[in-house]
């Protein structure tokens, strides 16, 4: 019977110590969690990441969502169903009773960042690959570094390798027992990065870093700097451009309406309004009716907002304006009232909130280029203003219409006297006039809020550019909504985006000192008179 005793205890011995020697990593790792100290949940983290186990990516997301829970010294994962697993097995457990999330903090959810990141290197997806090589980048962990090294050695994807460099550079440059060489190695491919991200690592190295290294840091650093400035400057020059392709398109109408008839049409940024509202209730249809045509709302809102806005500007003008001829006071006076009756009116009827207008998925993302960011939506702005502005062209210099247009400008009572009917044209310019701010409100929806106060925002703007560049020109609207654009988005950055537009408006007025026709004056008896 001792005999047998002895046998047992030495059996149950050896199972004890078969069941220790096969315990993992992992195992070894997950009491830590239940320890309560946020060192050694850190600690956990590396070493469950760096397990392999099939468990370790369910632990870590657990931890980083607030599930990863402890109850007596067990560590439990929480579903989103408030099911409770086992975190060591995974198999699915009662849920115990006193169970407790683990407690984080900020360097424990660095940890926890760097570890999934660490774990999804190697992911057969080259887009998870590419996150989890940035988030290695930022949290420059050191133990992610065999990790990197094997990535590197497999990975085909070229903008997902330049990521994994970036990463290996991180971590060398901070790691205290990397050598000279390759911190020297990590700064060139820093440098090659060439962003603000590369640019404060090299700023900011560990103490008893040596000299050549911060030497090198520093040169690197410069460069750095050079080439943000370039950059910021060209970013700064396409902004401009961008602004200046909104203020063609809210300026191009007017300088239609106020060439050819004298009138200061004060409504006119609420027709820019009445083409916003008009894409508002393009998507509504679609998205109620035809869902699939969503990517085609904007080409069929176009025409619609053309229509829309035109047929308003028309019955302004033959109810109001055309009894107000000549006395250029009384139709600002007169306009700015519409401008208020068309704001209430939109109010009443959509409510004073902002519409949302959605944007289709062609218009979705930005373009890359070098330092450069190009959002679609802002590209496509550009390219459609320059396309009204050709169209616009090609209209006055081929067409009837343009041509009794031009001679009504140039000198209305000759043009009279030829047989033109003028108050036609009236109504038909400042219908086409209106009908250009409608498309104008169109891509407008694209970039700013759909709301009552939309074309406030772009009457000023739009008559400084149509005096500027010069009354009834549609080059001096062109050249003077690209320079006050580009003007306007290079003196930001210095002055403030209040006086900056103050000091282009005192320019402006000093400028129509010595040139009060603007940029670009029109030709012809009546308006050299």
Request: with cysteine; glycine share 10%.
């Amino acid at each position: 019977m001792t005999s047998l005793r002895c046998i047992l205890q030495a059996f149950f011995l050896l199972i004890g110590m078969m069941s220790a020697a096969m315990a993992g990593p992992y195992e070894d790792a997950l009491p830590k969690f239940a320890a309560d100290s946020y060192a050694d949940t850190e600690a956990a983290i590396g070493a469950v990441a760096g397990s392999g186990h099939a468990q370790a990516m369910n632990v870590v997301e657990a931890l980083r969502d607030g599930r990863l829970m402890i109850a007596a010294g067990q560590v439990y994962i929480r579903d989103a169903a408030g099911q409770f697993a086992d975190a060591a097995t995974g198999r699915a457990v009662e849920p115990p009773a006193g169970a407790k999330p683990v407690r984080v903090n900020n360097r424990v959810r660095r940890a926890v960042e760097a570890a999934l990141g660490s774990m999804t290197l190697l992911s057969p997806d080259a887009g998870i690959r590419l996150d989890a090589a940035r988030a290695v980048f930022r949290s420059r962990d050191a133990t992610a570094l065999p990790t990197i090294e094997r990535a590197i050695a497999q990975e085909s994807d070229r903008n997902v390798r330049e990521a994994l460099e970036s990463a290996r550079a991180s971590i060398l440059l901070n790691k205290p027992d990397s050598s000279s060489a390759e911190k020297l190695a990590a700064i060139e491919t820093l440098h090659a990065r060439g962003d603000q991200d590369a640019l404060a690592l090299l700023s900011s190295l560990p103490s008893g870093t040596p000299a050549e290294v911060s030497d090198a840091a520093s040169k690197a650093a410069d460069g750095i700097r050079s080439q943000l400035a370039l950059w910021n400057g060209v970013q700064n020059v396409w902004y401009g451009i961008s602004l200046g392709s909104v203020l063609l398109l809210a300026a191009i109408g007017l300088s239609i309406t106020f060439g050819t008839m004298g009138v200061i049409n004060m409504a006119h940024g609420e027709m820019v309004m009445i083409g916003a509202y008009t894409t508002f209730l393009v998507q509504e249809a679609i998205r109620t009716h035809a869902p699939g045509l969503f990517g085609a709302s904007l080409f069929i809102a176009l025409p619609l907002a053309f229509l829309v806005a035109g047929l308003i500007g028309i019955l302004i003008e033959r109810t109001v304006i055309r009894f107000l001829y000549g006395r250029p006071l009384e139709t600002l006076l007169a306009t700015w009232g519409i401008s208020l009756i068309l704001q209430q009116g939109v109010r009443t009827i959509f409510g004073p909130t902002n519409r949302e207008v959605g944007t289709p998925a062609w218009m979705s993302g930005a373009l890359e280029l070098g330092g450069l960011s190009l959002t679609y939506n802002r590209i496509a702005i550009v390219v459609f203003a320059f396309a009204v502005f050709a169209a616009l062209l090609l209209v006055l210099r081929y067409t009837s219409l343009g041509l009794y247009v031009r001679a009504v400008t140039q000198n209305r009572r000759m043009a009279g006297s030829m047989g033109i009917r003028t108050n036609r044209i009236d109504a038909l310019a400042f219908g086409l006039g209106s009908g250009v701010a409608g498309i104008a409100g169109v891509a407008l929806s694209q970039i700013d809020n759909v709301s009552p106060n939309l074309g406030q925002g772009y009457i000023i703007d739009s008559f400084m550019v149509v005096v500027f560049g010069g009354v009834g020109n549609l080059w001096g609207t062109l050249v003077g909504a690209m320079t006050l654009g580009i003007a306007n988005k290079l003196l930001e950055p210095y002055a403030g985006a209040v006086l900056g537009k103050i000091l282009l408006l005192i320019a402006i007025i000093l400028f129509i000192q010595r040139r009060p026709r603007g940029l670009f004056a029109l030709k012809g008896r009546a308006v050299e008179a």
